[in-house]
Every structure is written in C-alpha cells, then in structure tokens.
C-alpha cells in the first residue's frame, strides 16, 4: 500500500506570493492533518481535518487555510508568503484521530522564501 | 509554552549499548504518548505508544516507560544499533472523539557509534 504522499517535494517562491501544498492520505484514512517544521524544533500543529471537516486549527495566522476533499485529499494553502513561512511542510493521515491511533506521515514539502 | 519537552537535545551512545530518551510534559490531560522517530528528508516514523493507563510498553528493542506522577516518560532502546541514529520526538494526544490534538516537543538527535 502507498503511504502518504505529498507534493511537490520542494518548492521556491518569493515574499508575497501564494502557494498551494497537496497531500494524500493512506487509502481508508480519513483524518489528514498539517504542520510545519522549522530546523531544530518539533512539528507545530495547523490543521487537522476528519471527514471533510476542519477538527482543529493551530496557532497560524489566517493566511493559512486547508481544506479535505470527497476522497480524502487535502490541500493547504498560504497567502502572501513571508520569509518566515520558510520550513518542512507535513501532511499526516489516520484511520480515525480517536484513542491513540498514531499518525502516518508523508516525507514533506520543502518550502523556500526568497 | 513547551508542554511536551525533550531537554537533551542530543544523545550518543556506543553500539550494542542502551539508548535512554527522555520527555517531560506538562498537561495532566494527556491520554496517549507517541514516540516518532525521523531521518533527515523524510517525515517522521511511528515507532511505540503507550496509554497513560499503563507504565510500560515493550515492542522488540523498543520500551516506553511512563511515570505519570512524576509527569515523564522514557523511551529504551536496546540494543543500539547504528540505523537508530535518527532524531526522536516525543508526542502527546489529548482531546475527545476525533478533536484530538497531538502535540510534539522538540526532538532529541541520538547517534550511535559502531
């Protein structure tokens, strides 16, 4: 079976720019959820989405948003880029976010800022 | 604030010997901890869970230990192989139904030399 995917693997944009990271789950995973990893610190938490419903939301400004399609897909999405945007962008999928179902995660998108 | 820390922010231990990671956390709602372990470029491995019903979790070389009055948790490894070197991520899971959050300290890079 395929685990998560993510695309693209890398990418470069500039400060202002939008930009859109797509992820899909593990097949008969419903939950996807998103975080950005910055060098030297632990995944922080963005979105998280169940059944095509927003779960959660971390503490990111509004230029971020996400949403999770009929097949479970999701996308996120950041407006007007800042170089602070700069980071690891993962996309992790589970059966169910109940008990202590881990999460599976894909290898990531690497967002540069220029 | 870091509810879920990792203060050693490196490790290195010899090859055959035991690999002890240690985590701290804060918030008594945690239900479930999850040890993730990472290469670089690639996103995080699920290694080991443990409830916060039980103090210990074997699965092969891998046992998480929980001591929930002192609020810290441990992951052994044993025997140390030199493929562990990796960084290693406590998480907790808190929350209800399919609103749970997971929420990750910072990491420990281990090494082990052959």
């Known amino acids: 079976d395929a685990g998560v995917t993510q695309s693209p693997t890398h990418l470069i944009k500039t400060r202002g720019q939008h930009v859109t990271l797509r992820c899909s789950p593990i097949?008969?995973?419903?939950?996807v959820s998103w975080y950005q990893q910055v060098l030297g610190q632990g995944p922080q938490f963005i979105f998280q989405y169940y059944e095509k419903e927003e779960r959660g939301r971390g503490n990111f400004p509004d230029r971020f948003s996400a949403r999770q399609f009929p097949n479970y897909s999701s996308e996120l999405n950041v407006n007007a880029l800042l170089l602070g945007d700069s980071a690891l962008y993962l996309c992790a999928s589970s059966w169910t976010l109940e008990g202590g179902q881990p999460q599976h995660f894909g290898d990531g998108t690497r967002l540069s800022i220029l | 604030d870091q509810q879920v820390k990792q203060n050693s922010p490196s490790l290195s231990v010899q090859e055959g010997r035991i690999s002890i990671l240690n985590c701290d956390y804060t918030?008594?709602?945690?239900?479930?901890f999850l040890w993730y372990k990472k290469y670089p470029a690639e996103g995080p491995t699920f290694l080991i869970s443990?409830?916060?019903i039980k103090d210990k979790n074997e699965d092969g070389r891998f046992t998480v230990f929980l001591n929930k009055s002192a609020k810290h948790l441990s992951l052994h490894i044993v025997p140390s192989q030199p493929g562990d070197s990796a960084v290693y991520f406590c998480a907790a899971k808190y929350g209800a139904g399919n609103n749970r959050k997971l929420i990750w300290g910072l990491g420990t890079s281990l090494a082990v030399n052959p």
């Open positions: 918030n008594s709602m945690f239900d479930y």
């Open positions: 443990i409830s916060s």
């Open positions: 097949s008969g995973h419903k939950s």
